[in-house]
């Protein structure tokens, strides 16, 4: 009897440690992907360039602009909360902030915030490979980070429609 007892337990927490070894891995990903895509991002605004019409092309392909990504825009001739952050990101690479700061106002925070991903997201890699989960910063402190930059982003979009 004791033996089916001790089996049971045994196999209850081999489910969990493979759940918890899955939800880690899952969460390794994830870290490893956001890195990834910060590194997209900083590599594209370094090797983009602002033509005088205000469209964008490789810097190394002169001449050539890349098609208009905003659907908004090209669609209903209505800007969306991001437009211009791509022409910031590339403004601020080239050391100019002050027209990065007139082509899009959240452009700093979004590029801080993305510059942050890689010692956060470096910290956290490490942290479940030593120590596994759960990870040591609380959810609330994300939420209060991602919804700051929407409400940011969606505040300085009601200014320009205001025209502010």
């Not at 959240?106 to 801080?112: D, F, R, S, V």
């Amino acid at each position: 009897m004791g033996d089916s007892k001790t089996a049971s337990v045994a196999t209850v927490d081999s489910r969990k440690s493979s759940q918890t070894a899955e939800q880690r891995r899952r969460r390794i990903l994830h870290h490893r992907n956001v890195l990834f895509a910060c590194s997209v991002v900083v590599l594209l605004a370094l090797s983009l360039k602002t033509r005088t019409d205000q469209r964008i092309e490789l810097a190394w392909l002169p001449g050539i602009p890349m098609p208009e990504t905003c659907a908004s825009r090209s669609m209903f001739d209505v800007e969306c909360p991001g437009c211009g952050l791509t022409r910031s990101f590339i403004a601020m690479t080239a050391g100019d902030f002050s027209d990065a700061f007139q082509l899009n106002r959240t452009g700093w925070m979004l590029a801080c915030a993305m510059l942050i991903q890689f010692p956060y997201r470096l910290f956290l890699l490490h942290h479940l490979k030593t120590h596994g989960l759960p990870e040591p910063v609380p959810e609330w402190l994300k939420l209060t980070f991602s919804w700051t930059l929407i409400a940011a982003l969606i505040g300085n979009w009601l200014l320009k429609i205001l025209g502010i």
